[in-house]
């Protein structure tokens, strides 16, 4: 399959995996024999003993193409109205985004509802970094992102500048060292990756702007009316499938399941974030300003970590603990306190003090942190036809980078899971929606997002506290998962 730009024309799942990306080669002979044996010495005990469990086949990559689950096609296919369920998706963040362009390529309906009255109504000016979901965005047709930057070289310091771990493919390279692990990483501002998304369904047009969910009913056996503030009036709409992809103070969360059931939990940091164009730095020679560095130093309570934001802009993010009034009070102070307080903490080696001063105020801000506990499944099990994707269902700290990768896999999931279970002669609509799509995707879906909503809060202490100062060419923290082995 030629893999294009991603404006060329639309896409359509693949039939040989049914846009799974993966087919499963069946069962191996000696697996095959082993179940057969199982199930005999099963029979034999006249359905007294535990019946085993037939194994599934090894999954391997679609050849027909090339892993994605889609193909090129001339138009994107026809909405089934008729089959699918019709989805109400909160939220025009990146999860929400991604569901709607993964419904889009299945032929499943959909309705993306967004609380901003558009794209820029809020400044949202951070860089992700894509590690899981660099593969998966391609599962969602975007092919390439132009304004994506690759970094070959992580460098961790001391304040006075002393380097204390270097890791990436450069690293690599240099010392003839064998590694499996990850040799780049591919960063992307927010909005450029969620523009990207945004194009696939054909502009800003198809996101329903400047609706806010108020409140929603479900009706047993005829969908779920929801209300929407929009314009300052209420305006009711229907829908067989709601999704809430409305983040981390989700309302839909708050509707199904309560908000003292998992409030949010402070992490006891703040973050303050900015971005600085490298053109306002002209005169610094670093060879960690080269465009394909990410670097970070600490002393055991700062911390800061820079990565390329675009190939000629950097993003810092300085963060420290602070009790959470301390830090609710910083934030709302707003740009100018937080950009001197950044200062005033990190008067450390070249370039970041000039980075941080250099920044202009109007590209910095901050918030304290949180995440929730995990949810269980059962609390999920009453939500009938309401389901949770991303950071409202799973909100975790930005340390390890991995709330907006999870939020791209909970939508490419989802999606898959509504074209399988849904099919035409599936009967959902007698077995409900819960049975044969939320109730497997869920579960899958939180089982995944556990280590990293876990491993975000771990280091949200261990990278302010003297374990991020471990000499070691690895990333932080990965010593205390060998100690814990
Ligand atoms: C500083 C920082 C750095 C990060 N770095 C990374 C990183 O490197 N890698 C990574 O994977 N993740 C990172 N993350 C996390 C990532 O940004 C989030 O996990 C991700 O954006 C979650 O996507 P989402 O779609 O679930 O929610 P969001 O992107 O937050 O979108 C939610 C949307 O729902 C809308 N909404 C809310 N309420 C309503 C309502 N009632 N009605 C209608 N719409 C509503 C909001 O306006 C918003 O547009 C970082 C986060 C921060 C803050």
């Known amino acids: 399959m030629k893999k294009g730009k991603n404006e060329e024309g639309s896409w359509t799942i693949c039939q040989e995996c049914q846009g799974r990306g993966k087919k499963s080669r069946g069962l191996s002979d000696k697996a095959r024999r082993h179940y057969q044996m199982a199930l005999d010495q099963f029979e034999k005990t006249k359905g007294e003993g535990i019946a085993p469990v037939r194994p599934k086949g090894h999954l391997h990559s679609c050849l027909n193409c090339s892993g994605s689950g889609l193909l090129h096609s001339a138009s994107h296919p026809v909405v089934d109205k008729e089959n699918y369920p019709h989805i109400a998706i909160i939220g025009g963040g990146i999860g929400g985004v991604a569901l709607a362009v993964a419904c889009l390529h299945r032929g499943i309906p959909f309705t993306l509802y967004e609380r901003d009255n558009n ?7 951070y ?36 380097v204390i771990g ?10 003839d060292v064998k590694t499996s692990s990850k040799r780049t990483n591919m960063h992307i501002s ?47 709409f229907k829908a067989d ?25 402070y992490l006891g940091c703040i973050v303050i974030l900015g971005i600085c164009p490298l053109s306002a730095l002209k005169g610094l020679d670093s060879s960690l ?22 190939s000629d802009s950097v993003m810092w993010q300085l963060s420290f603990p602070m009790p959470e009034n301390e830090a609710k009070a910083l ?38 942190v949180y995440d929730r506990e995990l949810l269980k499944l059962e609390l999920l099990e009453k939500g009938g036809q309401v389901t949770l994707i991303g950071d409202a269902a799973h909100p975790m700290s930005p340390f390890k980078g991995q709330g907006a990768n999870q939020a791209l896999l909970d939508a490419l999931t989802l999606a898959r899971g509504i074209s399988r279970g849904c099919r035409a002669a599936s009967q959902w609509r007698k077995a409900g929606v819960r049975e044969s799509v939320l109730t497997e995707f869920e579960s899958e879906m939180l089982e995944r997002s556990a280590s990293k909503v876990k491993d975000s809060a771990e280091a949200a202490q261990f990278l302010h506290s003297e374990i991020v100062l471990h000499e070691g060419d690895e990333p932080r923290g990965r010593c205390l998962k060998k100690k814990n082995v």
């Open 119 to 125: 794209f820029d109504a809020r400044s949202q000016g």
């Open 331 to 368: 934030s709302a102070q707003g740009p100018q306190a937080l950009k001197e307080e950044a200062c005033r903490r990190t008067q450390w080696h070249d370039p970041i003090p000039q980075i941080l001063s250099t920044t202009l105020e109007a590209q910095i801000s901050g918030y304290p």
């Open 241 to 265: 499938l709601v999704v809430g992809a409305d983040g981390i103070r989700s309302s839909v969360r708050r509707l199904l399941i309560g908000e003292d059931i998992t409030p949010l939990r």
């Open 289 to 310: 300003l080269d465009s394909a560095t990410v670097f970070q130093t600490a002393n055991g309570n700062e911390r800061i970590y820079i990565m390329p934001y675009t």
């Open 190 to 236: 927010r909005q450029s990756l969620r523009s990207a998304l945004l194009e696939q369904l054909g502009g800003h047009d198809a996101v329903q702007w400047g609706h806010q969910l108020i409140d929603f009913a479900a009706c047993e056996g005829e969908g779920v009316d929801l209300n929407f503030l929009v314009d300052g009036k209420i305006q009711p």
């Open 166 to 175: 270097e890791w990436g493919i450069r690293k690599w390279m240099q010392s």
């Open 127 to 162: 860089g992700l970094t894509l590690q899981q979901a660099s593969k998966a965005i391609e599962g969602l047709g975007v092919f390439s992102l132009d304004e994506r930057v690759i970094s070959t070289r992580h460098v961790v310091h001391t304040t006075d500048g002393k």
